[in-house]
């Protein structure tokens, strides 16, 4: 099975740019959906991005759209999670999940989670 490794995050201010990645050993990486997810504190988990295997479509949540950017590396097992003119409200605990299912979104269809990277954005 599949476990995900996140790396990247940090403290930032607003405004900065900060690249997330999400990497796995696992040899059938490719064949996984793969969701970044965020949770800031006494939130719920959300999804950020997603990135499906079928087809290579991705999903941003309306509050990254046109910020963020979801990219994978297949040769290198790497989803990536580029994330530009960061905002305070971005702030949160950012997790890597894996799922073998294609059109999902919610915390619960990802069975496969990292251990989460911690970005704040200073204002």
């Known amino acids: 099975q599949v476990q995900p490794v996140e790396s990247g995050g940090g403290l930032v201010q607003a405004g900065d740019s900060l690249r997330l990645s999400c990497t796995a050993s696992?040899?059938?990486?490719?064949?996984?959906?793969i969701g970044w997810f965020r949770q800031a504190p006494g939130k719920e988990r959300s999804i950020v991005a997603k990135?499906?295997?079928?087809?290579?479509?991705?999903y941003y949540s309306d509050s990254v759209k046109g910020r963020f950017t979801i990219s994978r590396d297949n040769a290198k097992n790497t989803v990536s999670l580029q994330m530009n003119s960061l905002k305070p409200e971005d702030t949160a605990l950012y997790y890597c999940?894996?799922?073998?299912?294609?059109?999902?979104?919610?915390?619960?269809?990802?069975?496969?989670w990292g251990q989460g990277t911690q970005v704040t954005v200073s204002s």
């Open positions: 990135s499906t295997s079928i087809g290579r479509t991705t």
């Open positions: 696992e040899r059938t990486f490719s064949s996984y959906t």
């Open positions: 999940a894996a799922s073998r299912l294609p059109y999902v979104s919610k915390p619960s269809e990802y069975p496969y």
